[in-house]
Nanobody, 120 residues
Framework: QVQLVESGGGLVQPGGSLRLSCAAS????????MGWYRQAPGKQRDMVAT???????NYADSVKGRFTVSRDNAKKTVILQMNSLKPEDTAVYYC??????????????WGQGTQVTVSS
C-alpha cells in the first residue's frame, strides 16, 4: 500500500506565500507523475500542477507564474511553492501520485488534503 502525507497548509494574507509538501511512503516500486489538485467548496477538484519523474511540469493557467512545483525522486516528495496568493486560491489542496507497488501495477493515490485559506 502507498500513503501520501501532506503538510504546509494554513492561513495567509493576500500576496503572501505558502509551501506545501507531500511525501510518499509504503511498499513502492516506482513513482511516476506527482502533482497537486485543489477543491474549493461547491466546486470540482481541479489540477493545479503536475511534475513527471524527469521534471517536466504542467500548470493550471490560473497559477502560472505564481506557483512552482518540484520533486525529490530519492525522497519521493513533491513540493508546491505558492507565491502571490489570492483569495481565489482558497481551497483544500490534495497531493496525488501515480505509483507502482511490487506487483508493478501503477495506481493513483491521494493524500488526505490540506486547507489553504487566503484572507485578510
Amino acid at each position: 500500500q502507498v500513503q501520501l502525507v501532506e503538510s504546509g497548509g494554513g492561513l495567509v494574507q493576500p500576496g503572501g506565500s505558502l509551501r506545501l509538501s507531500c511525501a510518499a511512503s509504503g511498499s513502492i516500486f516506482s513513482v511516476g507523475v506527482m502533482g497537486w489538485y485543489r477543491q474549493a467548496p461547491g466546486k470540482q477538484r481541479d489540477m493545479v500542477a503536475t511534475i513527471t519523474s524527469r521534471g517536466n511540469t504542467n500548470y493550471a493557467d490560473s497559477v502560472k507564474g505564481r506557483f512552482t512545483v518540484s520533486r525529490d525522486n530519492a525522497k519521493k516528495t513533491v513540493i508546491l511553492q505558492m507565491n502571490s496568493l489570492k483569495p481565489e486560491d482558497t481551497a483544500v489542496y490534495y497531493c496525488k501520485a501515480r505509483a507502482a507497488t511490487p506487483d508493478l501495477v501503477f495506481r493513483d493515490y491521494w493524500g488526505q488534503g490540506t486547507q489553504v485559506t487566503v484572507s485578510s
